[in-house]
């Protein structure tokens, strides 16, 4: 399945970016996709204070950028055989321009190396984040070292409990088909789980509902056997979405985790040994009980392994192009 036409790629001097450049020119060669690799040097401030004689701040940051391209140029050359390339270097806050260029060029998807520091206790770093809130396209965060190929994939989906089951939701198609696209290309497992909290032992936290035990048990297990619904219904249009031959070979795991979905995502993911989540971070406004805000955030700081978060369609950035 061709999902992408125009990928960018995000590499940084220093950092160990070859499994995203890898990953970038694999996927470019197998949808026919065109591919820009770009590095964001910071800009020179205007004001140094540098003694008389000394490099003006124009030729500073001339002298960066020049250094930054030749080892872009160096990254990208093993890969010219392969694929059409277009380096380029940018100045400025770096999620900023990396977004800026998303908007300029209409890329459909923004690959990365995760900004991994060994002070840190969580794999993404401050731009990674921003990019993961506010990039208009996919965004696919990358850990350096890891395997060529995935193993298993996992697409966490959620939905409105108090919406029919027959109503779709455009963000878990995306999610669905583009974790199944994925694990097609790689021969990969793939997973799809969905997290879900008790309305029911939610309540009588905080009211005393006088309601027996029997009772309180038969309306968690309705709520579940609801989510169970929506669940099998998703997978089974999944079926049509991506054709009943392709579903049969990837043959999903379907997974029901009854919990707080900052904690169950992470730790299934952990559990499974997934190597991929692919989630959405943002819903639309006013549909409620999708993984958005703060819980997305939190399952982001505790997943460990690389990450495609999905915005929904219609999302808008509130970067613009204007400095």
């Known amino acids: 399945m061709k999902r992408f036409r125009n990928i960018l790629c995000v ?3 220093g950092m160990k970016c070859r499994p995203a450049l890898e990953r970038a020119v694999t996927l470019a060669e197998n949808n026919q996709a065109s591919l820009t690799v770009i590095c964001v040097a910071e800009r020179v401030a205007g004001d140094l204070g540098m003694p008389e004689g000394a490099p003006s701040p ?10 930054y391209r030749q080892a872009l140029d160096s990254q990208i050359e093993p890969c010219r055989q392969r694929v059409n390339v277009q380096p380029k270097v940018l100045t400025g806050t770096p999620f900023l321009e990396i977004i800026r260029e998303v908007l300029r060029n209409g890329h459909d998807l923004v690959i990365k190396a995760a900004e991994t520091w060994e002070w840190q206790d969580r794999i993404f770093g401050s731009d990674d984040m921003h990019l993961l809130r506010k990039c208009p396209c ?24 108090w919406l029919e089951a027959a109503e779709e939701n455009d963000l878990n198609r995306l999610i669905l088909e583009l974790a199944s696209s994925l694990a097609l290309s790689d021969f990969a497992e793939l997973h799809v789980v969905h997290a879900w909290e008790s309305m029911t032992e939610n309540v009588i936290r905080v009211f005393d509902s006088g309601l027996s035990e029997e009772q309180i048990a038969t309306s968690v297990n309705r709520e579940r056997s609801g989510h169970q619904a929506q669940l099998e219904w998703l997978t089974s249009r999944l079926r049509d979405w ?3 031959e392709t579903y049969d070979y990837l043959s999903p795991r379907i997974h029901l985790c009854q919990g707080n979905a900052r904690k169950e995502i992470p730790e299934m993911a952990r559990r499974l040994g997934a190597d991929l989540v692919v989630m959405g971070t943002v819903a639309r406004t006013g549909l409620a009980g999708l993984i958005m805000g703060n819980t997305a955030e939190t399952i982001l700081n505790h997943i460990d392994c690389s990450v495609l978060a999905i915005k929904p369609p219609g999302f808008a950035t509130p970067v613009t192009l204007e400095s």
């Not at 124009?58 to 250094?67: M, T």
């Not at 890891?146 to 996992?154: C, F, H, L, Q, R």
């Open 242 to 244: 991506i054709g009943a």
């Open 11 to 13: 590499v940084a001097p």
């Open 138 to 161: 996919p965004v696919w965060i990358i850990l350096p070292g890891e395997k060529p190929n995935y193993g298993k994939i996992m697409a966490a989906v959620d939905f409105d409990p």
């Open 58 to 67: 124009e030729e500073l940051q001339s002298a960066i950028v020049s250094e």
